[in-house]
């Protein structure tokens, strides 16, 4: 066989490739197309029981805590005019998401390749346009259709302004929305531009978060311009179709159809390697969800933050705890945006505080939980890396114990910023009093424990899978899953007791003292047994 | 004076290329020049940079400092050009699960445009000792058969330079020989090809030029290298 001529460039080959292997695949499967319907049936069922229960318990947030009024629970913690409008909060919610999803898409690469076909079909000498566009179009019904699914219980609670008629075109627009999201994450890949995106996107919602708690956010909200900023903004148009309005879909169609044809045009820019590394981060992404690796998704998409050099390790000697202890300040000091991450979250409270109607007690308890599970995870991420690798502190002269502990000491000062800014921020605005903030610092000592838990938690057991009704189940799975949120539960607990009654008594504090021990002594105490796989980064 | 003696464009050519990753090199820059009908292979420990320095070599990882050109022009993965002209064969499995043995080679002989593809499909599983695992799916082969099927995918299809890295791995010694004598074979014919290799014997009956890849590049001659690999 004669070499090929390395200059000659000529037009692609005819040979379709993906057609070629939609046959071959059609000839060699298995499974029975009974089988296959059987398999569609039970997403769609799973989606449906998925949907009824996320309805239910929206209906009933909407019902029991934010209609019902004068309730201990339900009474509103702050009042007056200084408070946001939900008619501005609720998009200004959706702009947050829509800068989530678009930053998860540009993490797993909309545009992407398996290693087989980066080498049976980028290889060919055909149009790899032709080859990446299904692929690219697949990625782009699942995530239309996610988005779609999600949004049902918001349009079916959002008050539509045609019944079922508007629910139906409102999860439309969402779908719509999300597409437009995909291709303009594929467009900042094919144009290499996700570092600026990632940043605009992270300086977004920094944005939202630092001046929705403020009085300036009602101000600004009741300017005529931020009703046209956000009437601007795609991510509103979902609410504006459940209102009535049409615009917005022809407008999401015009944006979809741009969007395609102009990442059909760039599709064959990026190199086969990118293709390859963008699609085992997706796949990464997809097996972590899958098995409930938390831990692991967290890893695929925040991946550390950039290491800052100048920071040194101090060359004094010293104990080994306080070598420990150093070598995590030196990891936090080296990625300073999961510093900030942690403490910008501790404004997620008062931002929700400051919505008028959904300021309750119960909701701004809840915000406060889900800012701690996140806080915590966030502050664990050093002692994550010890525990996937502990023949690192193996060397050192410290019990394990020890090293747990001096792991703890880094989570407990960031988690102490954080109680200091979260509880800080709603007493500031007067929603609480300032036993809160005392007692909310005491339960940051637990959520120190709750981090090392989560950090130092076994896998689950894949291997060894125990039969359950539904399903076949890892064993020590839920115990695996809830390692970390229980202790953050449960070390918020107390706190959480006094803002909800509007109470302070002394055994609360008693109550916060114990449990705030209890986790931070359980979580820093190893496993008497060796744990036969430590998840490698999962949730604090 | 006489006429000084020319030289056509060099296959490959790359000029003070680092390899590596995150903008550090991991090995020492290269500047080498590959025509066709020459075999040229890289030798080093392990983790010295020889797959860095491949995968930089044949387009498939940008080069932290330096250039590389293919035919005169930058490489570029991508081109037409590029994929009628590099066989490349990935370091890992990469299989459609659904897919046998013999389609996944039909696959690349029709994308190819090579004639009788049935054909060229029934000589690459005979050689590689697949004929009997032509209808089976990836699952169903050894690792040993996966790799063949791999280097069967690159010899299946026409081109000017091959690139192999450890392509003796999962290999015995029989077949280690066969594939020396088929590398051979093509080189005479024409072709180029750029390989990493461990082992010394495979070295010896391959390759014509040979670099010791470390934190410097040297060239040495694949009997001297073979000799030192041995030791």
Avoid at chain 1, 383 to 405: F, Q, V
Avoid at chain 1, 436 to 449: D, E, P
Wanted: glycine share 10%; aromatic share 6%.
């Amino acid at each position: 066989m004669r070499p090929a001529a390395v200059g000659e460039l000529g037009r692609p080959s005819g040979f379709d490739p993906l057609a070629f292997t939609r046959a071959a695949v059609r000839r060699n499967r298995a499974r029975t197309t009974a089988e296959s319907l059987g398999d569609a049936y039970q997403i769609l069922l799973a989606a449906a029981v998925a949907l009824a229960y996320a309805g239910a318990v929206l209906n009933g947030l909407l019902e029991g805590l934010l209609i019902e009024s004068g309730a201990t629970l339900t009474r509103q913690l702050l009042s007056g005019d200084t408070q946001l409008s939900g008619a501005v909060a609720v998009p200004l919610a959706l702009l947050c998401a829509a800068a989530a999803a678009l930053k998860l898409f540009l993490r797993v690469g909309p545009v992407s390749a398996t290693p087989a076909q980066a080498h049976w079909w980028l290889g060919l000498p055909v149009d790899r346009r032709k080859v990446l566009a299904w692929p690219a179009a697949a990625g782009l019904a699942r995530a239309s259709a996610a988005t779609g699914l999600v949004f049902v219980p918001v349009a079916a609670l959002a008050d539509p302004e045609h019944g079922l008629a508007s629910v139906v075109l409102g999860c439309l627009a969402a779908a719509g929305l999300g597409a437009v999201l995909f291709l303009a994450g594929a467009l900042v890949q094919l144009s290499r531009l996700q570092r600026p995106a990632h940043w605009l996107l992270s300086a977004l919602v920094t944005a939202v978060l630092l001046v929705a708690p403020t009085p300036l956010a009602a101000h600004a909200a009741r300017s005529a311009w931020m009703d046209f900023v956000l009437l601007l903004s795609p991510s509103s148009w979902p609410l504006l179709v459940l209102h009535g309005a049409a615009w917005p879909l022809a407008a999401l169609a015009a944006l979809v159809l741009a969007g395609a044809v102009a990442v059909v045009m760039l599709l064959d820019r990026l190199p086969a390697h990118e293709l390859v590394a963008s699609g085992q981060a997706a796949g990464q992404a997809s097996a972590a969800f899958y098995f409930g690796d938390v831990g692991g998704l967290r890893g695929v998409l925040v991946p550390d933050a950039k290491a800052k050099s100048w920071f040194a390790p101090s060359r004094k000697p010293a104990s080994a705890f306080r070598i420990l202890v150093e070598a995590d300040a030196l990891v936090f000091l080296r990625a300073p945006a999961r510093i900030g991450w942690i403490l910008l979250c501790g404004l997620l409270p008062a931002a929700v505080a400051n919505v008028a109607g959904a300021g309750s007690a119960v909701l701004v308890g809840v915000a406060l939980l889900v800012s701690s599970g996140i806080a915590a995870a966030g502050a664990s991420s050093a002692a994550r890396s010890w525990a996937a690798r502990p023949a690192l502190e193996a060397g050192l002269p410290i019990s394990k114990a020890g090293a747990r502990l001096a792991h703890a000491m880094l989570p407990a000062v960031l988690l102490m910023a954080w109680a200091a800014i979260a509880f800080g921020s709603i007493l500031a605005m007067g929603a609480t009093g300032p036993q809160s903030l005392a007692l909310g610092t005491v339960a940051a000592i637990g959520l120190a424990g709750a981090a090392e838990r989560g950090a130092y938690r076994a896998g689950p057991g894949w291997t060894d899978p125990a039969a359950v009704p539904w399903n076949y189940l890892a064993a020590r799975a839920i115990t695996s899953y809830l390692a970390g949120p229980d202790f953050t539960f449960l070390a918020m607990l107390p706190v959480l007791a006094a803002i909800l009654t509007g109470e302070l008594s002394w055994w609360l504090v008693l109550l916060q003292l114990a449990c705030s021990g209890f986790c931070l002594w359980r979580g820093t105490r190893p496993a008497e047994r060796p744990a036969r796989a430590i998840a490698r980064l999962p949730l604090g | 004076m006489p006429p000084s003696p020319t030289r056509s464009a060099p296959l490959l050519q790359s000029d003070a290329l680092a390899a590596g990753y995150g903008g550090t090199a991991v090995c020492g820059s290269l500047t080498v020049r590959l025509d066709g009908g020459e075999c040229l292979a890289f030798i080093g420990a392990n983790g010295t940079g020889k797959s860095t320095l491949i995968r930089t070599l044949s387009g498939r990882q940008a080069p932290v400092a330096g250039s590389v050109r293919l035919n005169g022009s930058p490489v570029a993965e991508g081109s037409l050009a590029y994929r009628r002209a590099v066989a490349a064969v990935p370091d890992e499995d990469a299989f459609f699960p659904s897919l046998t043995a013999g389609e996944h080679l039909l696959m690349t002989a029709r994308g190819h445009q090579v004639r009788d593809p049935d054909t060229a499909v029934g000589h690459e599983l005979e050689f590689f000792a697949l004929t009997e695992r032509r209808h089976a799916l990836p699952d169903e082969l050894s690792s040993g058969q996966r790799r063949r099927l791999l280097l069967a995918s690159a010899f299946i299809r026409p081109f000017s330079l091959m690139v192999l890295d450890e392509p003796e791995q999962r290999l015995d010694q029989g077949m280690r020989g066969r594939l020396a004598e088929r590398i051979r074979e093509r080189v005479d014919a024409g072709a180029a090809v750029l390989m990493a290799t461990h082992d010394p014997g495979f070295l010896a009956a391959a390759a014509d030029r040979c670099v010791l890849v470390g934190e410097e590049t040297v060239e040495l001659a694949p009997g001297q290298a073979a000799g030192m690999m041995s030791v």
